[in-house]
């Protein structure tokens, strides 16, 4: 038989609908933690009370709040970005904005999205996210701590007018380490409703799945026009730490996701290789950032998130060095 002519075939590709573009981001790393100082704190800490059983990511998350709350920007930065300012343009108005947002005198608490482990309870769901807000005011941890140092700084336990004060260090001490107990619990206390599925951002996710598509979606974007809905639901950074890894395990760092909420604005990824060296990666979408990118400045984005990040690590280092010294300081003999 004569052969046939190849029939010709339709072919129609549908493209993904509302498919997010990809958001500029600066990226920034990190393996200076001092982690043996942080096991040493810990561990004085539980021999001097029980309820102070503070964990890594507890002292990880609080000094996050304490950093956002404390954080100046380098003279080094602050210039490159007035020099960026005074040449205009998109890069300039970026540099402007970025001025604004590291000039603030303190930043807002940042509600912190933690991702909790939810597979010994249900492991089709694997992961359980909770919204969290350090309360440093409401445990007035920052002013303690610094009441604390000071006194140290002025009256250390070598000095003759120590024994004389140290009944008003005992007392600031006493206050510190009851509100950092105080902490503790708060922290199990959310950890055991996440880990339960019974936080409000599990119980908006579990609404959302029994919604048509397009309902889904305008609910999904609604948190992010009110930003108190915003910081219970969904957060404003990401704050994920895998611990420390199998040691046979070569897993070296770990880069978190995050949604595409636009006001989730950092991702903190944390792991802890075999060798026991703590990696810290942020990931930074802050508007400010993001514009710097666009506008052609790159290295000026990456300076304020490598900055932000070496700044985070050094003052929690020094941080447990304070209090470190605040927990052991002895009674005066004689």
């Known amino acids: ?25 600066s990226c920034a790393e990190s393996r200076a933690v001092d982690v043996k100082a942080i096991q040493v704190l810990r561990r004085l800490l539980r021999r001097r009370n029980q309820m102070l059983d503070l964990k890594v990511n507890d002292l990880l998350v609080l000094y ?46 940042p509600a912190i999205l933690i991702p909790v482990d939810a597979s010994q309870r249900s492991p089709r769901d694997r992961l359980y996210p909770v919204s969290f807000e350090a309360p ?19 009256h250390p336990p070598h000095s ?12 600031i001490r006493r206050r510190y380490l009851t509100s950092l107990a105080g902490f503790s619990a708060v922290m199990k206390h959310i950890k055991a409703i996440a880990t339960a599925g019974e936080t409000a951002n599990i119980e908006a996710a579990k609404l959302l799945a029994h919604l048509p598509v397009p309902l889904q979606r305008l609910l999904d974007r609604l948190p992010t026009q009110f930003d108190v809905l915003n910081d ?5 950074e990401v704050f994920s730490n895998v611990g420390q890894v199998a040691p046979t395990s070569t897993l070296a760092r770990f880069i978190t996701a995050k949604d595409d909420n636009p006001k989730k604005s950092l991702a903190w990824g944390i792991l802890t290789d075999a060798q026991g060296v703590m990696c810290i990666s942020l990931r930074d979408f802050r508007p400010p950032v993001t514009q710097l990118m666009v506008a052609g400045q790159p290295e000026l984005a990456a300076q304020i998130t490598r900055e932000y990040l070496d700044a985070y690590v050094q003052g929690l280092n020094r941080y447990v060095q304070e209090l470190y010294r605040i927990a052991v300081a002895a009674r005066p003999t004689g």
């Open 1 to 25: 038989p004569a052969a046939r002519s190849p029939r010709p075939l339709s072919f129609h590709l549908d493209g993904l609908p509302d498919v997010s573009p990809v958001q500029p981001e």
């Open 64 to 109: 996050r709040a304490i950093h956002a709350a404390t954080y100046r920007p380098s003279e080094g930065l602050r210039d490159g970005l007035q020099t960026a300012t005074r040449a205009g343009g998109p890069a300039g108005k970026a540099a402007s904005a970025a001025l604004k947002m590291l000039a603030a005198p303190a930043q807002r608490n």
């Open 136 to 154: 440093l005011k409401e445990l007035d941890l920052l002013d303690l701590h610094g009441q604390a140092v000071r006194f140290l700084a002025a």
């Open 160 to 171: 003759a007018d120590y024994a004389r004060f140290y009944p008003q260090f005992q007392a």
């Open 232 to 236: 219970l639901i969904k957060g404003r």
